[in-house]
């Protein structure tokens, strides 16, 4: 699926919001919001400053954490084009 | 596989419909219909102005998301040939 | 398992039946039936003309979508040799 | 694992049952009985005149059909040597 | 991982059980227990002449099977060194 | 994916935080709160002096574990930059 | 990521634990005690002398058993450096 398209692929576009505030959704419908320090193309991510959300309610905080990939359902980035 | 026939592959027929508005059904059964602005080949999608529906009815808006395709359960794509 | 024999393999069988009307069914026990437009070797499906039944009843109907082939369990195909 | 037995791989041993009746137990715990048409290594199977049973009870009945070999739990053989 | 060892790997200790008389645990917790004629490295399994255990009681025999690979979670050999 | 970027990758984030306490949480929501003493790029962890906890309270202790990468949700790091 | 550190990676580690005791824990939360006679890059494991624990209490034993290693939750060692 090579293609020429300047639209950016999800990958690069998800590389572009490095640094900035996102919210991860997680299979089992946890969220967790914070900036996104970094992420690779699995989608594991480095996150800090991380609130824990669940029915949009906080139950937990943490300063620092990689989430694992493959349990990612999405990522809510912030509104820009 | 190899083939020649002129019909278009699923990834392909799913690439030609960036740009376009679709519905995207997860495995959990949220359906989230938006404008999808990019897509690989692992379904991995980006959305924009997406809303998120559980039986049809509005749960929730989201200006910018990534999907991850391995979630996927089928992406409905706007009547045309 | 190279092999010679004249029989048809199952990918090579379902490919034999693009643009015939097929009955998929998933995981989660829902059948699709409609137009297979085409199909690749990871059972990604578009389908056209579809109707979404739970039970044997029409729950749903879409124009054209593709079905993530991951998600399959078997599809049913028109009887023919 | 290359070996010299002479004792046939559980494949080959599939390939070797091709035109002949099979059960099929998926995942889900449905069983189909019919004749296996084709098979490849990933245990997708071309199912013909089947029926499909639960808890040994015929539920329901297709001329054809392509199973997708990640469901399978287990193919019972027809019993030779 | 590569090793000197003199230590059987696990997919060799299996292999040398060919011929000999085994319990297959699947995930779904039902055992299998026969000859297995062969296995592959997948731990796809060929069983003969075995009865189906459900809380250690028989509830169904079959005369040959293919078992995949992916379903089981281990497999009881017969007590040797 | 390629990049020149300064920031850390995941899994080199991950790499950096060897002999730190952090505390791993698994898919099935047990916590487990320990030194990491290794790494790999699956994210099997060797863990050391680690507390088991359900719900914030310790169900158990070991001395010296190997945790399996993909049963891993996240894993929280101690805060530093 | 490779690396020259002198701490041994999760795999290693597990290697040099062949011929020592270890608890295994499933993914279904079933664990195993007993000798682990050898292990692969899959956390296959060739257990002997093995007792089956739910919940701490034994409700089975085995002489000799392969484990299939992704069910691997994780494998507590014996407490050495």
Redesign the interface.
């Known amino acids: 699926?090579s293609?020429t398209?300047s639209?950016?692929?999800?990958?690069?576009?998800?590389?572009k919001n490095?640094?900035k505030t996102v919210v991860v959704r997680?299979?089992?419908?946890v969220e967790?919001k914070g900036k996104m320090?970094?992420?690779?193309?699995y989608?594991?991510?480095?996150m800090t400053e991380a609130e824990e959300l669940v029915d949009g309610k906080i139950v937990g905080k943490?300063?620092?954490?990689?989430?694992?990939?493959?349990?990612?359902?999405?990522?809510?980035?912030?509104?820009?084009i």
Not at 26 to 29: A, R, V
Not at 62 to 80: M, S, Y
């Open positions: 699926m293609q398209t639209a950016k692929r999800p990958l690069t576009a998800l590389q490095v640094k997680l299979k089992n419908e967790y320090k970094n992420v690779d193309s989608m594991n991510l480095i943490f300063a620092r954490a990689i989430l694992r990939g493959n349990n990612v359902l999405f990522i809510k980035l912030e509104d820009e």
